[in-house]
């Protein structure tokens, strides 16, 4: 199994008793062929047991190895096939792992597993009390809309043999054993999940983590400034409204234990969501805006103009509103507006009328189609392609991310403890005007208009800047990411 699976693999090679795991939903084998493989199960293991009671080592391996095959032909085959056939919906199967990961992650014995569209297979070390029973019974009540099938194949393996398989999950996860950075590690079988951190050090040197301070990671994304937090001894409280975001932070943190705590949903909910975790007041808010680089990578998310995929740019797989329901539905007057808004486009007009055009004759539905057809109203000048800001545009309207950001420039603040800080990383001009215009008015004592005899009072004072001018990559950075060439770092802190 290949593209159409999640994988996920931890490093550091397995030292106890392993097995594999094998699950399937009931209805992706046929029953006849389930109970051929019952059947012949049941004699094998009987003549194991014979076998086994006398002494005859030889005929035991001989045994297991056609109880292997059997297996091979009569389950896993089969079930790889099923998971071909079946319609891959990545979000189902993201979602399916977002679910199943508090539970394929506790306890630490989960070595690696791949989930598809049918199956789930999972290597678990066994390191305390609990049998491999217990592992399964959790697996599934942590997936309860699932049917999986009544018995599972669950077959010891050898540490080399674990660790074999422990690697080729790595190598479908995308690491190639490489050791990542400050790049996550997990992906769908043909998409990893690496992201650069930009501004690591400044943003985190900003928030001083230590031991017994509490952060809020507000963009969990793949963790890269989480973990330089969690190493500094900090508590982080990570947000992120996208499952795969959370996997791989989640996996990449695990070292951390229960000092990092991960919450699903949007940061304009940053407030609410901590509060229903009895968090009132926090040492630190950290917002790393914007998209990962995953998301953009990833066909099936529909971020990318450069590859065919869904019209889609969801950061939350869940949300209501694609980029295929505003290009297919807005008016045509509401399509200019966002790409001359988030934009700056100047053939919005140009390209919206195309869009009405080309949509009353078919849906518009993949990034292809929609990039094809920008490229055909405006020509191609120098290095960028046409469809860049239509795409940034969209993107940002589907998100909603500029009310996104205001609703957490708005709550931020109260979130924070005297003397927390609030650090905010953007990428782009609107957002980081939101920004600074933001920060100056909760850090300016006085309000002075022409109309007034005198300055007065400024009632929403409440922050000192830590710094007056944005800080941004250094050269040497640069040279590593140049995605970092557009990143704004600014900093309050409140009083
Ligand atoms: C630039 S990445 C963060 C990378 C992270 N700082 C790191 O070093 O790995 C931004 C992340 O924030 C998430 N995100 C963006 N807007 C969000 C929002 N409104 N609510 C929750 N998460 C959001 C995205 O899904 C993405 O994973």
Not at 111 to 135: H, I, K, P, Q
Not at 481 to 487: D, F, K, L, M
């Amino acid at each position: 199994m290949t593209g159409s699976a999640v994988y996920q693999a931890r490093r550091g090679a397995p030292g106890g008793v392993c097995y594999r795991v094998l699950l399937w939903e009931e209805d992706a084998l046929p029953p006849q062929q389930l109970e051929a493989w019952r059947t012949g199960r049941r004699e094998l293991l009987a003549a194991m047991r014979d076998a086994g009671i006398k002494g005859s080592r030889g005929r035991l391996s001989e045994l297991a190895e056609q109880l292997r095959e059997l297996t091979a032909q009569l389950i896993a085959a089969p079930l790889d096939a099923c998971a071909e056939a079946r319609s891959f919906s990545y979000a189902r199967v993201e979602q399916l792992a977002e679910d199943l990961s508090a539970a394929l992650s506790a306890g630490e014995g989960v070595l690696a597993y791949c989930l598809t569209s049918c199956t789930l297979s999972v290597l678990v070390e066994l390191r305390g009390e609990e049998g491999v029973d217990a592992w399964v019974a959790r697996w599934r009540s942590a997936s309860p809309e699932l049917t999986w099938c009544a018995e599972p194949v669950i077959e010891a393996l050898g540490a080399a043999e674990a660790h074999e398989l422990q690697e080729a999950y790595r190598h479908e996860a995308g690491l190639h054993g490489q050791e990542p950075d400050v790049a996550g590690e997990t992906g769908t079988g043909s998409q990893p999940f690496h992201h650069v951190t930009v501004l690591a050090r400044e943003a985190v040197d900003v928030l001083r983590p230590a031991e017994g301070r509490v952060i809020v990671d507000a963009t969990l994304g793949g963790g890269g400034h989480s973990e330089l937090m969690l190493k500094a001894g900090a508590t982080v409280w990570g947000i992120d409204q996208d499952p795969a975001a959370r996997r791989a932070a989640r996996l990449r943190l695990a070292p951390y234990g229960d000092r990092l705590h991960v919450l699903a949903g949007n940061f304009r909910n940053a407030a609410a969501l901590l509060h229903e975790q009895g968090v009132d007041a926090v040492d630190g808010l950290l917002a790393d805006i914007g998209i990962s680089s995953p998301q953009v990578d990833c066909p099936e998310r529909g971020f990318s103009f450069l590859a065919e995929g869904p019209l889609d740019m969801r950061m939350n797989p869940d949300a209501p509103v694609s980029a295929a329901d505003i290009v297919n539905q807005a008016p045509e007057e509401e399509l200019a507006d966002i790409l001359w808004r988030y934009g700056e486009e100047r053939a919005s007009r140009a390209i919206a009328r195309r869009i009405v055009e080309q949509r009353a004759q078919a849906p518009i539905t993949t990034t292809t189609q929609l990039a094809d057809l920008i490229a055909g109203v405006l020509p191609r000048k120098g290095k960028q392609h046409p469809a860049t800001r239509s795409f940034q545009a969209l993107r940002i309207a589907v998100n909603d991310e500029l009310g996104a950001l205001d609703a957490l420039l708005a709550s931020g603040l109260e979130l924070l403890k005297s003397g927390g800080r609030f650090a905010v990383i953007t990428f782009h001009s609107l957002e980081d005007r939101a920004v600074k215009r933001f920060f100056e008015r909760v850090t300016k004592p006085e309000i002075d208009r022409p109309e007034w005899p005198a300055p007065r009072p400024n009632p929403e004072y409440a922050a000192r800047l830590i710094f007056k001018r944005p800080v941004v990559a250094g050269e040497e950075e640069l040279k590593h990411n140049p995605r970092a060439r557009s990143a704004k770092l600014r900093a309050i802190e409140k009083l």
